[in-house]
């Protein structure tokens, strides 16, 4: 991968907040008790098997959240290939509970990225994440002491999880405008179910079975790419389906379907498959350092039931959102517009929802000689990118556009409106 004078120090972090047995819980507080940087010594990860050498440093482990509850959280830190005492962190979030104290420590572990410019990215369920999370730091600020003070600056979401009533909404008229669904099935939708209301009629589940029965043959998350065929990793007996219903999360009509919860596979439909297969080889998750007592009972997936049911998730983030706007911090939301599980339609109808003025108007931008999406600003800075092409995971399915995005994004500059 190339890395150009702006690439950021990217923190991805796949947080995993756990409960492990009592000899994790040992190790959780010999941890705690080491200097940062033996800390950053026994996380920095030497040799990735089957990676390439690579120009930069990486590192993994846990974060202790908890430690009466010998509860952490697993990350994965890259930094930037040059420079990299100068460049701003990127959180890139996927979790939720305890992310406010794993961020608090683990700058503890790595005091030497605390002043750094703090940004927070996700996509998908992290449209609830991360404008949480950004609260919860753009609150704590104004009272913390300036140890734990967090330099923060914005976040970026994408294909994100807003708003229930306008997710679904966009999501119907999306599947129809887009040839997926016949005029009946869009009609029953319609006629027969209230988005606004979480208690469902068996009219209206009936119509959503129709709906979600066309997402059997093809990829809801990229409607154009190709679904795996692929035996031998059929026969792995990995699935990419999870059937049971969730009870409690939104979007409340939704969820009740199984498609809802189906995970996107990527540009390679068969790529699901082989990265579990990867992660949960006992060499790599050595190499990262997880999994370090070997009591967790169960594999890594890419989406995990292993929790079904909480009540917390609110039926719209806007507020959040319009409060963060508001006290100036930097938020851009983008759509991969291939996506049909939380596809561009639904969030320009939930982003309508706040009601700010338009500062520029809906235009082209480019990534070199080719259209690369389009772009519109909101009052006070709030900006909405589409990637031409790209399907739910936008990196997966279109990696130079984000690249580019993401540069603009921490760099606070509007893309490029002409061929460059």
């Known amino acids: 991968m190339e890395f150009s004078s702006s690439s950021p120090l990217l923190v991805f972090f796949l947080l995993l907040s756990c409960s492990f047995t009592c000899n994790f819980a040992r190790e959780l507080r010999a941890e705690a008790a080491a200097a940062p940087s033996s800390q950053q010594q026994a996380d920095q990860v030497r ?6 050498p690579v120009g930069f440093r990486q590192f993994a482990g846990y974060v202790t959240v908890n430690e009466s509850h010998g509860r952490a959280i697993f990350y994965w830190f890259f930094e930037a290939a040059d420079n990299a005492a100068h460049r701003p962190l990127l959180l890139w979030l996927n979790g939720a509970e305890d992310s406010y104290i794993f961020l608090l420590n683990w700058f503890k572990r790595f005091p030497q990225f605390k002043s750094h410019d703090f940004f927070i990215a996700g996509e998908s369920y992290a449209g609830h994440y991360v404008p949480q999370l950004s609260e919860k730091i753009f609150d704590e600020n104004k009272r913390v002491s300036p140890e734990d003070f967090i330099n923060f600056k914005g976040f970026m979401i994408g294909n994100a999880l807003l708003d229930d009533d306008t997710d679904q909404t966009g999501m119907i008229d999306y599947a129809w405008d887009h040839a997926v669904i016949s005029d009946q099935v869009y009609h029953d939708v319609k006629s027969n179910c209230n988005f606004t209301d979480e208690n469902s009629t068996d009219a209206c589940n009936a119509a959503l079975d129709a709906y979600y029965a066309v997402y059997d043959i093809i990829d809801m998350y990229s409607l154009y790419a ?28 939704a969820s009740r379907h199984s498609q809802w919860h189906q995970k996107p596979t990527g540009y390679d439909p068969c790529a699901y498959y082989y990265t579990e297969a990867y992660f949960n080889r006992g060499d790599v ?8 007592s070997g009591s967790i009972p169960y594999n890594w997936t890419h989406c995990s039931d292993v929790i079904n049911y909480w009540n917390d998730s609110p039926a719209s983030i806007l507020p959040v959102i319009r409060k963060l706007v508001d006290g100036g911090v930097r938020v851009w ?4 517009d291939a996506d049909g599980r939380i596809p561009v339609t639904a969030t320009r109808y939930t982003l309508r929802k706040l009601g700010l003025k338009t500062v520029q108007e809906w235009t082209a931008w480019y990534d070199r000689q080719e259209v690369g999406g389009w772009r519109i600003v909101y009052d006070q800075g709030l900006t909405f990118v589409t990637i031409r092409g790209a399907g739910h995971e936008v990196p997966t399915f279109a990696p130079r556009q984000p690249r580019q995005l993401v540069r603009a994004f921490l760099a606070n500059k509007q893309l490029p409106s002409s061929p460059f």
């Open 226 to 253: 190709p679904v795996c065929l692929d035996s031998a990793a059929s026969a792995s007996g990995i699935s990419t389906k999870n059937g049971h219903f969730i009870s409690g999360v939104a979007p409340k009509l």
């Open 47 to 52: 040799r990735l098997p089957g990676q390439p």
């Open 285 to 292: 998750q050595e190499a990262l350092h997880a999994n370090v």
């Open 333 to 336: 939301v983008y759509s991969g």
